[in-house]
């Protein structure tokens, strides 16, 4: 007779034992793709571009087209990136407004 927690695994990141079929679920990704403004699809610590001046709300400053946004990271949104920008804090952006560079 085979001691069946053995087949379990330790998942580091929530600190539980997850069963073989939960690891593989688990391993497998969310499925969100998230694209730029051109259809490019962008992941974290990419550059991009704005291709649109931008109000900031909240923040009473224009981002003028063509500022470039460095290390963006996902969200989960399949349109919203997170980033930073001097002056500027939580600043997150629509992906149609962006451009990878």
Do not use: H, N
Not at 10 to 21: H, K, N
Not at 37 to 65: C, N
Not at 69 to 76: A, N, P
């Amino acid at each position: 007779m085979t001691d069946s927690s053995d087949d379990y695994v330790y998942d580091e990141a929530t600190g539980e034992w997850l069963s073989p079929q939960e690891s593989a679920a688990a391993a497998q990704p969310t499925g969100v793709e998230v694209r730029d403004a051109m259809g490019t699809l962008l992941s974290d610590g990419d550059s991009v571009t704005l291709v649109k001046d931008l109000t900031v709300k909240g923040a009473g400053q224009v981002l003028k087209r063509g500022t470039m946004i460095k290390s963006i990271r996902l969200t989960g949104d399949d349109q919203e990136i997170d980033c930073r920008y001097p002056g500027i804090k939580g600043l997150v952006l629509r992906a149609e407004f962006v451009k990878k560079v």
